[in-house]
């Protein structure tokens, strides 16, 4: 008598990725790619009190709020982690990442390294946790200094922070450096890969 066997019945219903890494590290540009070629990849969009650059817009890249309706979301315990990062609020709403595992698709989120702590902390929040991390601090301050959108204090203090940040890798699953975007894409499509094949 035969078995019919398909991934579908075995696999976990949601999974939810954290990537973090210091910032200038190229988040957003991966995340950006490796979305493209997975449909079951939704990103969990943030929220955020600091201004939108030229290139960013609400409801795609961070909901832009005010800091009063941060401060209500937060204290109506509306995210499920929440950071002040460089004089600015960020935030992950409970909401959003609620109804992207509602559809069956595994959230994808950007965030820094207290946001990590804080959602590693949280018994019933199960995640998969990576850090992705520059080829050297040299390289990352290049990559900070060419956005030109930084003056030279923010960017010794991004420096200095990442260092710190660095130092912490040993916290998370997997480690993936972001010399090369071909290879990093690579590397984080085994990682998902491979969380959808443990049953």
Request: aromatic share 10%.
């Amino acid at each position: 008598m035969g078995i019919s066997l398909s991934y579908e019945e075995f696999r976990r219903e949601s999974i939810f990725f954290i990537v973090t890494g210091p910032s200038g590290v190229g988040k957003t540009t991966v995340m950006e790619s490796l979305l493209e070629k997975d449909d079951r990849l939704t990103y969990s969009i943030s929220h955020t009190t600091r201004e939108a650059r030229p290139d960013e817009t609400h409801g795609e890249d961070y909901y832009f709020v005010g800091e009063s309706e941060f401060e209500d979301l937060r204290d109506r315990d509306g995210f499920l982690e929440w950071a002040e990062i460089y004089g600015d609020y960020y935030g992950t709403s409970r909401k959003e990442v609620s109804a992207i595992r509602e559809k069956g698709l595994d959230p994808f989120l950007d965030i820094d390294v207290q946001g990590a702590e804080q959602l590693r902390s949280d018994p019933e929040l199960e995640a998969v946790f990576i850090f992705l991390a520059p080829p050297s601090l040299e390289e990352l301050e290049q990559r900070i200094t060419g956005r030109g959108a930084e003056s030279p204090e923010t960017i010794r203090k991004r420096l200095r922070v990442a260092e710190e940040e660095i130092n912490r890798i040993r916290e998370f699953d997997y480690l993936v450096v972001n010399e090369d975007l071909g290879e990093t894409l690579d590397l984080l499509e085994s990682v998902v890969k491979a969380e959808r094949l443990k049953v």
